[in-house]
């Protein structure tokens, strides 16, 4: 099986409620930042992007907030569905033309209740 | 469909064997990237390459290598060097920097 995600912290969530992920970013240079979804024994997948010039932006079922003030970036998911059930991570990275190095976090296992 | 495609999906290594793992994209993209995921740990970069025929280390190079003689292909060596070889290894690309890259499915690497 997939041994990444190994004491990652959990999100238990019933199907159809809202989940709420969040992660706390390092650098206050980053500017530009990206939420993905693992499933096990695959590859991270894009969820949604935010450059620093936004507060919210939204997607289909997705929201990503961002607070510049306290480094805090969130993730929200409406309507949980079973299929959400992976690990989510964010990226963050300063956006200055050149800069191709992405800080990762660790991740968040969200576990969706039947 | 466009997308990356990591080969093979598993592969074992003798002790003191070089081992080259594949990855290949048809996103057009030019920016292409190798990355390491341990168990509770982020993703940590290995290589990445803007450009072809050019490739820059990232924060793990010690006992890997790369070449970058297409666009479409970026294969990453494990050496006998690098003496904890076990991992998941990611390759990814994306358009530009600060783009959202793409991922592969990965390579699981273990030591017979």
């Known amino acids: 099986g997939e041994s990444v995600g190994l004491h990652l912290p959990t999100l238990s969530v019933q199907e159809g409620d809202n989940s709420i992920i969040n992660c706390a970013y390092s650098n206050s240079a980053s500017d530009y930042f990206i939420w993905y979804k693992q499933e096990s024994g695959k590859g991270p997948q894009f969820i949604i992007d935010i450059r620093s010039n936004m507060d919210k932006r939204q997607g289909q079922r997705v929201t990503v907030l961002l607070n510049k003030t306290v480094k805090h970036l969130s993730l929200q998911i409406a309507a949980t569905q079973p299929g959400d059930s992976a690990v989510y991570f964010c990226?963050?990275?300063?956006?200055?033309?050149?800069?191709?190095?992405?800080?990762f976090g660790t991740g968040t296992r969200l576990k969706v209740l039947a | 469909d466009g997308g990356i495609t990591q080969s093979p999906k598993y592969l074992f290594r003798k002790e003191g064997q070089n081992v080259t793992l594949s990855c290949e994209q048809n996103?057009?993209?030019?920016?292409m990237y190798w990355y390491r995921q341990d168990p509770g740990q982020g993703l940590r970069l290995i290589y990445y390459?803007?450009?072809?025929?050019?490739?820059q280390k990232g924060d793990i190079a010690e006992g890997y290598s790369v070449s970058r003689e297409k666009k479409e292909s970026f294969p990453l060596t494990v050496t006998s060097a690098q003496k904890n070889p076990t991992a998941f290894y990611l390759c990814?690309?994306?358009?530009?920097?600060?783009?959202?890259?793409?991922f592969g499915d990965g390579t699981r690497l273990s030591i017979l």
């Open positions: 990226a963050e990275t300063p956006s200055h033309s050149g800069t191709y190095k992405y800080i």
């Open positions: 990814a690309s994306s358009y530009r920097d600060n783009q959202p890259q793409h």
């Open positions: 390459s803007q450009i072809v025929n050019d490739f």
């Open positions: 996103l057009n993209h030019d920016a």
